[in-house]
């Protein structure tokens, strides 16, 4: 197989192109791969989650050159790369992806490319979670949920709103904005904190910056919107948990180790907090007897904050064509590693 930067358009004939995680079997439908697979290539889409240990993940991977990662869902740590001798090319969807080893697929001049990202969906999500958990939507929902037409337990819990309350924000980016902006039109107050927001940028958005420790302690409904780094992994600790209302209401749909998930479960099992609204966990796909599964006050949903066919389309469209430019000795939206 030749370098990335002597490949050319023929190149992709008996090029094997792996579609990971692809859980409600739509990559196909979304974009057009048919260049692809008119210039030689096969492309495969695993529907199933390929398991959690490197040599299983790696087995099944080994016959591909060109991988293309929904988000975070498969890692491709350095274990798991050193264990793919044929690979090229790997296209991860949206503009980061934490899961996979920047320095060692650089290490071996494999090219990381990204894709397109809207944050819209994610934002729009975040809000049925809110609003989920508030009015209690678990057990008043009918036909289908656990709610009243499975057991006649019609009204049975009284709801919370939102007009006059304290959102507030841990990030201020695209995804905090757009959520803040909603927050706004509900007639909430809205702050926000982040270790490099400023008050100006806060007040662009019409949002008042606060101190970390105020944002803990005054917020009815806390959201996170922080990119996952070192810095901001287990940000959300104990120590901030307790800072918490008891009927305050955290909310994370955007990286489960950003919140200490056994300090949460703690906090959820000593009534410390009023409740959680996830959509992100440690470990992906939520692992049947995960605490948080029993833990009371909880709101859970399979990381679904971007699955939208408005975002898979970005995020195929774009992978295929990454993939084009790869293979004209051009690889585009290369992610880079990070800044010391």
Partial sequence: MTSPTELRPHDLHGVRIAILDDYQGVAREVADWSSLEAAGAEV???RGHL???????????EPFQ???AMRERTPLNAA?????????????TGRRNASIDLKATSARGIPVCATGYLPSPAAEHTWALIHAATRRLDAELGSGGTGWTHDDGWQTTVGQGLEGRRLGLLGLGNLGEHVARVGLAFGMEVVAWSQNLTDERAAEVGVRRVEKEELFATADILTVHLVLSKRSRGLVGAAELALMKPDA??????????????ALVDALAAGTIGGAALDVYD??????DHPLR?????????HIGYVTREQFEVF????????????????????ELPAK
């Fill in 44 to 46: 495969t889409a695993f």
């Fill in 51 to 61: 398991g959690h240990d490197d040599a299983a993940v790696a087995a099944a991977l």
């Fill in 66 to 68: 060109v991988i293309v």
């Fill in 80 to 92: 798991r790369l050193e264990l793919l001798p044929n690979l090229r090319l790997i296209v991860s």
């Fill in 249 to 262: 209401l955290l909310v994370n749909t955007s990286r489960g180790p950003i919140v200490d998930q056994g």
């Fill in 283 to 288: 470990v992906e796909p939520l692992p049947a």
């Fill in 294 to 302: 029993t833990a009371p006050r909880t709101f859970l949903t399979p």
């Fill in 316 to 335: 195929y469209r774009d992978a295929v064509e990454d993939i084009k430019a790869w293979a004209a000795g051009n690889p585009v939206r290369v992610m």
